[in-house]
């Protein structure tokens, strides 16, 4: 075995095992917490525009593991072709394929995340006119909270009266503005 294909076959191991130990493993060692059963409330948080929704990052363990299982394995099997055996033909080749790869495996992860994100997470533009219904009195120049449904779920936010009123628990108001975390209603 040449240094070139111990290379490659070494790429192509690491990557390997990185990749199934993630799967195996990588609720075991971080990640997000799972909880069973129907959540009847959540908070919404001011923040990202659609263009701006948190989704896949280009440079992440899944593209780099993507890079080097592929470079690896596309190193060895262009070092076994007689027109590309050279380590400066064979080496180059599998560069560009495993970038693609990882471009590849960025576009569908990014792709998969944007959709399930886009289908769940509150978007707080579109809020602006909807109704509420306050769950605790609004004082005078004071806060309480909102609960509202958007996409069949309901969620619950810190909210404000506009012009600083009083409005009572219970009454339908209608979203304004959203200010960071802060909706500011009006009654209906």
């Not at 959709?115 to 005078?140: D, K, Y």
Request: aromatic residues 10%.
């Amino acid at each position: 075995m040449d240094t070139a294909f111990l290379i490659y076959f070494i790429c192509f191991g690491a990557g390997l095992l990185f990749t199934l130990l993630s799967g195996i493993f990588g609720g075991v060692f971080g990640g997000h917490d799972v909880h069973a059963g129907h959540v009847s409330h959540a908070h919404a948080e001011g923040g990202f525009a659609d263009h701006e929704m948190p989704g896949f990052a280009p440079i992440s363990p899944a593209t780099l593991a993507a890079f080097v299982t592929a470079f690896g394995g596309l190193g060895m099997i262009l070092h076994k072709i007689p027109a590309t055996r050279h380590p400066l033909i064979s080496g180059p080749l599998a560069v560009l394929g495993g970038l693609g790869v990882a471009v590849l495996v960025f576009w569908l992860f990014n792709t998969i995340f944007r959709r399930t994100q886009g289908s769940s997470e509150a978007r707080v533009r579109s809020l602006i006119g909807q109704s509420a219904v306050l769950n605790t009195s609004l004082p005078i120049q004071g806060m309480g909270e909102i609960a509202y449904v958007q996409g069949g779920a309901r969620y619950t936010a810190p909210a404000r009266a506009e012009g600083g009123i009083a409005v009572a628990a219970g009454t339908t108001v209608t979203i304004t503005r959203v200010v960071g975390s802060e909706f500011f209603v009006k009654p209906a």
